[in-house]
């Protein structure tokens, strides 16, 4: 099973980015996917989730109003749409999964499948 981010980059505050992460090796259309980030010197942390409809999903209150979360469970991709970028929100970001259920979750350790990460800068 694989998780592949893509489309980060630099990027100037105020700007946008879109990521995506294609899963291969067996379908997750019927699990929760989302996303972490890590900057430099912290830990991880939660930034978005969502369940394998696509109705429901959570945020973290730091970006909350500049990202969405969405996927296309035909293509077994989740993406995170970031608008509005600020140089706080520099960080690798990180695709997940879940392996079995239906929840999402804001713990890391609740997540089986992670992704190789994608790297986010965001200029002042």
């Known amino acids: 099973v694989q998780l592949q981010a893509s489309g980060g980059g630099l990027v100037q505050a105020g700007g946008s980015l879109r990521l995506s992460c294609a899963a291969s090796?067996?379908?997750?259309?019927?699990?929760?996917m989302g996303w972490f980030r890590q900057a430099p010197g912290k830990e991880r942390e939660f930034v978005a989730a969502?369940?394998?409809?696509?109705?429901?999903?959570g945020y973290a209150d730091s970006v909350k109003g500049r990202f969405t979360i969405s996927r296309d469970n035909a293509k077994n991709t989740v993406y995170l749409q970031m608008n509005s970028l600020k140089p706080e929100d520099t960080a690798v970001y990180y695709c997940?999964?879940?392996?079995?259920?239906?929840?999402?979750?804001?713990?890391?350790?609740?997540?089986?499948?992670w992704g190789q990460g994608t790297l986010v800068t965001v200029s002042s």
């Open positions: 997940v999964a879940v392996k079995s259920g239906s929840n999402w979750y804001k713990d890391p350790r609740m997540y089986d499948y």
């Open positions: 090796g067996r379908t997750f259309s019927r699990n929760p």
């Open positions: 969502i369940n394998w409809s696509g109705g429901g999903s």
